[in-house]
């Protein structure tokens, strides 16, 4: 398995934080919001084959269906470090 390591920022909303707006860093929120982008980009130029997207889509992100799971392919580790979210 290939391991990269970046460090990001987020430039579009993203709900990171609990109510009090404290970070909390977890996976889920944070793949549902690369799943996003990567849709975003995958049709980009092109007319959206939502087909296409779903299915690649899982193929890449994992999916729960009747027909049949896929597991994921994106495995994300997550490291905060004194970070806090802008109030």
Do not use: C
């Not at 290939?2 to 579009?12: N, P």
């Amino acid at each position: 398995m290939e391991t990269l390591q970046y460090e990001v920022a987020f430039t579009t909303p993203a709900f990171l934080g609990d109510a009090e707006r404290n970070g909390r860093w977890r996976t889920p929120p944070f793949k549902a919001q690369l799943r996003q982008w990567w849709r975003v980009a995958a049709v980009a130029g092109e007319r959206p084959d939502t087909v296409m997207l779903h299915r690649r889509g899982g193929e890449l992100f994992g999916r729960a269906a009747a027909d049949g799971r896929t597991a994921s392919q994106v495995k994300l580790r997550m490291d905060w470090r004194g970070g806090r979210l802008a109030k």
